[in-house]
């Protein structure tokens, strides 16, 4: 004889909840993840030299150093809500996040009531450790991990990462233990969607681009996201760069100086090679990111507020990159 089986309300109603969360998830993820694709796929423009830029577009964003510098502990947490309505008013695609604003418990929740009400998406963070001493690996495998899932959650997509200073230049040994956790970083952000690109300092690539290179002779195929403005600090042409590892360049850090090296207030007001970069960047087919990252010279005294010196950065790149 068929006996009816009997399913508890409350079970039900568990099961109900737990499918509404997924659904919210979902639909979260793939507005973010809408929104990058959207700009990444849409046409390109022409730079003001009239050279074709790559046919995807490529997204530009802002990155907020310039807003932690002056913050306690560099922690950006408090000021989020400001951040994103500056970047938003500047009319950047994006936001690259500082992985420390992604550490407290309520980073996920919080960071995403801010990307959708400034409709501003989380393009990535910046991400560091010593990853040359090997005594640090599981804390920076941990923090690592804790970041690259928090940011996949938010629909983020690149983790700009730097491999960390030693006191002295390193030696194969520590550029050994360096790779070796770069690799289980690298995986561990494959597994989430997301794409390791290593950003540079002075440190990487002075002495002859010794750590970087010592990187990239460990792992050939990891991608690149330079820093011009570091380049510049450190004697090596951002232009001759680009154009030896354009292959490999995913993500671009963007900042301006003047002729003693001085950061300026906005890009635009410095010396920096706007036109041979962008020459080199039609050349190799750049079509990853860009990000804006102002910094000032400690002490410096603004002369505009921030959101004014992220538009005006914003408009030069779209006046010089074409982007």
Known sequence: ???????????????????????????????????????????????????????????????????????????????????????????????ELMHTALRPDDAVERIRALSEKQQLPVLGTSFGGNMWDRSRHAEVLSDAKLVVARLAELGGRTLGTSVGRAPEKKTAEQLDAQAELLRRIIGFCEDHGVVLNLHNHIYEVEHDMHDLSGTLARIPDVKLGPDLDWLVQAGVDPVAFIRKFGDRIEFLHLRDQQADKTWTEALGEGVMDW?????????????????????????????????????????????????
């Open 1 to 95: 004889m068929f006996q009816q089986r009997t399913v508890r309300p409350d079970s039900r109603l568990r099961r109900s909840a737990a499918t509404q969360q997924a659904e919210v998830c979902v639909s979260r993820r793939r507005f973010f993840g809408t929104a990058l694709a959207a700009l990444a796929a849409s046409r390109g423009a022409r730079s003001a030299h009239g050279s074709p830029v790559a046919k995807k577009k490529v997204v530009v964003g802002a990155h907020p150093w310039v807003y932690a510098a002056t913050q306690p502990g560099h922690d950006i947490t408090p000021i989020l809500d400001g951040i994103f309505a500056d970047m938003r008013y500047a009319g950047m695609d994006a936001i």
């Open 275 to 323: 036109k041979g970069i962008s020459r080199a960047l039609n050349e190799v087919g750049f079509a990853g990111d860009a990000v804006i990252e102002l910094a000032h010279p400690k002490g410096f005294k603004l002369t505009r507020p921030l959101r004014e010196s992220l538009k005006i950065s914003r408009e030069h790149v779209r006046r010089t990159l074409g982007y």
